[in-house]
């Protein structure tokens, strides 16, 4: 079954505590990309890659880092975590082109205390 | 000004009824456009993609006015199945970057 999968579903840590949320996608796809969603703000664009080893900034990349060593993983990388960063994560993946669907993964509900 | 804006509802209609959904984007140089849904608190998926000529896939309508940078959705025959937060999503540019509005809810009532 094509899927993206993002681990872990729900996680609640404290400031500063470094923390990882993974993202797989069995698709092949060369883009992926990770966003979070806050009320009134809609989805926000942290970090992209569109291929291996190429990774750039989104809208609020600040706070974050990512990865992109083989095609199918995308991690997310919280050095630092603040109360601030308290929101529903999304990874996504789909192929480069105007017309491409976007698979999304079921989200990581993280709650930073 | 956001890039993506959408009425946020909530739309709260009875079964049956027709609903329609607007929105408008910022940047002319948009290239492709799409409807999401996403349930409460679980991931966007793709409705449909919205192409210049409109199209159409069962009950739902989509329109595209790149003059007035405008983008519909219409659902006719409402099913309370079809309660979600509908998103308006535009891309464009080199970095093949998705940029969401805030979404509108929709509410069917029985």
């Known amino acids: 079954e094509a899927q993206v999968t993002q681990n872990p579903r729900y996680l609640i840590t404290v400031t500063g505590k470094k923390l990882t949320v993974t993202c797989s996608q069995n698709?092949?796809?060369?883009?992926m990309s990770w966003y979070r969603q806050d009320p009134g703000l809609g989805l926000r664009q942290i970090y992209y890659?569109?291929?291996?080893?190429?990774?750039d900034k989104g809208d609020v990349p600040e706070g974050y880092k990512v990865s992109r060593k083989e095609k199918r993983n995308f991690p997310l990388i919280l050095e630092s975590p603040s109360p601030n960063q308290t929101s529903l994560y999304f990874c996504?993946?789909?192929?480069?082109?105007?017309?491409?669907?976007?698979?999304f993964g079921q989200g990581t509900r993280l709650t930073v205390v | 000004r956001k890039e993506v804006e959408q009425d946020p509802g909530p739309f709260n209609v009875p079964e049956g009824a027709t609903v329609a959904f607007n929105c408008t984007y910022s940047?002319?140089?948009?290239?492709?456009f799409f409807w999401y849904r996403q349930d409460c608190r679980k991931e966007p998926k793709l409705l449909m993609s919205?192409?210049?000529s409109g199209n159409e896939d069962g009950r739902f309508t989509a329109q595209l006015n790149r003059a007035s940078q405008y983008i519909s959705l219409l659902i006719r025959d409402s099913k309370l199945s079809d309660s979600a937060t509908y998103l308006c999503?535009?891309?464009?540019?080199?970095?093949?970057?998705?940029?969401f509005g805030t979404g509108t809810l929709l509410a069917v009532q029985p």
């Open positions: 940047n002319s140089a948009s290239q492709s």
């Open positions: 890659s569109m291929n291996v080893e190429v990774t």
């Open positions: 919205v192409y210049s």
């Open positions: 996504a993946s789909s192929f480069v082109g105007r017309n491409t669907e976007a698979f």
């Open positions: 999503v535009v891309r464009g540019g080199a970095t093949n970057k998705l940029i």
């Open positions: 698709m092949n796809h060369e883009y």
